[in-house]
């Protein structure tokens, strides 16, 4: 009873601030009218809306969780290893007690993302898309794995300023295309190069490296072996761990 108090009292005070954030990132919202009881806003393509406060704080969230949420957003070519590394890294988090989402870029163009190809239009809005759920489930306390390849660096500078400071961990899988090409368990570098695909990332169509990453994700370790996916994993988890992910803010 005494927690379940304490809460409620948690969440009206982060409904103070839930103005201040409100639009924190939108593009193009202007006042429409003031109606009886509140003001309604356009924004984008949707008039006369309006935003409804007072949902649980994600700070509450995340005391219940003992973790902060946030977006481990995996970018890398195709090949690069994002979904074998975020995979792994997925079951070491659950390993650890905390709950985790993974976004993976062929299961969601199975589904939520199933209307979009590879134009480069298309590409930025699967990611603006995958970076408004994320933020969700980031807002909800939730580790959050999103693997896309990502590959123009302004949408993913996008993604990053919808999210608070410190919520965005931009994972750099810097694996040479050489290294890609290689594996290419699916074929696609061979179809690219001999001219059946076209507007492959990579090959061409371009990847932006990241400049800035929290994470650069080498391919090889310094005695120039190939690193294996678990000590790839690791170090994620290792910065996890020092920067306090793994936890929640102390009260
Ligand atoms: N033209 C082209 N370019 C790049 N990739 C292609 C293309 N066509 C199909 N595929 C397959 O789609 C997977 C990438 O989807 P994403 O949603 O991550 O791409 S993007 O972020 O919108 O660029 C990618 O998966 P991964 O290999 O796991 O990265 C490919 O299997
Ligand atoms: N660290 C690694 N060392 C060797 N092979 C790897 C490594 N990480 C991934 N692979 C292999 O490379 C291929 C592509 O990995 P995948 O995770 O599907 O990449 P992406 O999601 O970036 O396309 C797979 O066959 C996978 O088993």
Redesign the pocket.
């Known amino acids: 009873m005494r927690r379940h108090a304490q809460t409620i009292i948690t969440s009206v005070n982060a409904m103070a601030s839930c103005t201040v954030n409100l639009f924190a990132g939108s593009s193009a919202v202007t006042k429409n009218s003031q109606l009886s009881t509140c003001t309604a806003y356009d924004v984008g393509e949707s008039t006369n809306i309006k935003w409804h406060e007072g949902g649980v704080s994600r700070d509450a969230k995340e005391q219940l969780l003992n973790q902060k949420g946030c977006v481990l957003w995996f970018t890398?070519l195709?090949?690069?290893?994002?979904?074998?590394?975020a995979c792994t890294l997925e079951h070491a988090l659950i390993g650890e007690g905390k709950l985790t989402t993974l976004m993976d870029g062929d299961n969601i163009r199975h589904g939520l993302n199933s209307n979009l190809g590879f134009s480069s239009t298309d590409r930025v809005e699967n990611i603006r898309r995958i970076g408004e759920v994320s933020k969700l489930f980031a807002d909800s306390g939730i580790i959050t794995l999103v693997?896309f390849i990502s590959p123009y660096r302004n949408d993913r500078c996008k993604v990053r300023e919808r999210l608070q400071p410190g919520q965005f961990i931009e994972v750099y899988?810097k694996v040479p295309l050489s290294v890609c090409e290689t594996?290419d368990?699916k074929g696609l570098y061979k179809k690219a190069r001999s001219g059946q695909l076209k507007g492959f990332t990579g090959i061409d169509d371009p990847y932006e490296e990241p400049e800035n990453a929290e994470l650069v994700i080498e391919a090889a370790g310094p005695d120039g072996n190939?690193?294996?996916?678990e000590d790839?994993a690791a170090q994620i988890l290792e910065y996890l761990k020092l920067k306090g992910y793994l936890q929640a803010s102390q009260k």
């Open positions: 890398g195709s090949g690069s290893g994002k979904s074998t590394v693997s899988m594996r368990p190939l690193r294996r996916p790839q």
